[in-house]
């Protein structure tokens, strides 16, 4: 009786709580190590696992069985924006929409409400996720302590030299930039960084003029020895292979972005092997802006990517509204931003796949936030775009939990699923070694020991 039991266990998983031990029996489990669990047991007790495989299960635990089910840890997002929607409205640097949004009204409504990010990506299965810069109450959103949001990791606001963007993406007071243009200056900018708790320091390093580029490329490095001194890593935005090596050399933690202009080389090997960086290619969001301009450009309601639902309705009404900013873009124009969209997207699938080849880390990242880049469901297109890059979907799978996990310095706590760590999975219906598209098949998200259907943390 597929259904009954199916009913039964949907009632079970949702009533779940960290105070009595708990025991998922049947499953196959990936527990993010490599290794694959046939027929396993999972025991959680105080929001911790206190046993993986063979298991004796505890007197008086509640007992799911998950039998043709699979188990992952939960997944990470490496990259994601809580100052930023999923839409225009959250990048007014865009140009679009600027005579009908409010920035600063928006950004003070997403600071009094984070939850409806988290509860998004819990809704998506995303267990952890790490947001590498933004408006300074950024730094505050996670909380260790509740089980109904992602574990939350920040930079804040970001350093940058370039200056236009300091007077755009500002509001309230704050910015989401801190200066560079001296060496003063960056150290000071690290330094405050520091002293409000943020947990990374991030440059925005667009390509510098030839005139900038020694004083810029010295002052990244100095950049990278402060913020070593205060024991934070150093992630870089640097999409250019001559500005990642730079990068590189001021001892990158991580690169957002992919190399997208050029073939990464054995320079680049070398160095990012040496720095121990790891590579966060976000291959899917380039082509969301262009969706969303070509939606506006068209006067067309862009379609979500969306399959369970997680996306919260303040977030599809504003996108719905894309019609009425719209341009009066060609159909030949948006033509021919794609066909420049396909080169790039190209050069980033070729760069990840020597990247990983090469045996550089690897973390799953969306970079979550901006246009059509969903808090949430936009994982999902973003392991199928690393699975069609060359990666098998074990990798992909190592990628998006392990990996991300080690990324935010948190693998002793999270990532995988050992005895000793956090409690903090999903359940496929689907099998993510045959395909990375089972994580779509998402049916529960487990987060500190707590339990919940996903239909429980669906959107209205």
Known sequence: MPFLRAFLLSLFLSASAVAQPTALVGATVYDGTGAVLEDAALVVEDGQITCVGECRVPAGAETADLGGRFVTPGLVDAHVHYGQTGWLDGRPDSGVGTDVYDYDQLQTDLEADPDRWHRAYLCSGVTAVFDP??????????????????????????????????????????????????????????????????????????????????????????????????????????????????????????????????????????????????YAPT?????????????????????????????????????????????????????????????????MAANLARVHAAGIPVVAATDAGNPLTLHGPSIYAELEAMEAAGLSPTDVLEAATRNGAAMMGELDRLGTLEVGKLADLIVLTEDPGASSSAFRSLTHVMRGGVLRAVSELRAD
Not at 227 to 236: D, F, K, M, N, S
């Open 283 to 347: 291959l899917g969001v380039g082509r969301n802006w262009r969706r969303a301009l070509a939606s506006v450009g068209l006067g067309a309601v862009p379609v979500l990517d969306d399959p369970n639902s997680c996306v919260d309705a303040e977030t599809r009404r504003v996108i719905a509204g894309a019609p009425a900013l719209s341009s009066g873009m060609s159909p030949e124009a948006v033509f021919a931003m794609f066909v420049d969209a396909g080169r790039e997207e190209a050069m």
């Open 133 to 278: 810069g933004g408006m300074p109450w950024t730094i505050d959103v996670g909380d260790e302590e509740r089980t109904d949001r992602p574990h939350v990791r920040s930079a804040g606001p970001l350093l940058t030299h370039f200056e236009p963007v300091f007077s755009i993406l500002a509001a309230n007071g704050e910015n989401t930039f801190l200066p560079m243009q001296t060496d003063d200056e960056a150290v000071a900018s690290v330094r405050q960084l520091a002293e409000r708790g943020a947990d990374a320091i991030k440059v925005w390093y667009l390509n510098p003029q030839p005139d900038q580029r020694a004083a810029l490329d010295a002052r990244l490095m100095r950049i990278g020895a402060e913020a070593r001194a205060h024991g934070l890593p150093l992630i870089v935005h640097a999409t250019e292979l001559v500005n990642a090596k730079v990068a590189l050399r001021a001892g990158a933690s991580m690169l957002v972005h992919s190399v997208e202009d050029a073939p990464v080389d054995d320079e680049f090997v070398r160095l990012a092997g040496a720095a121990r960086t790891v």
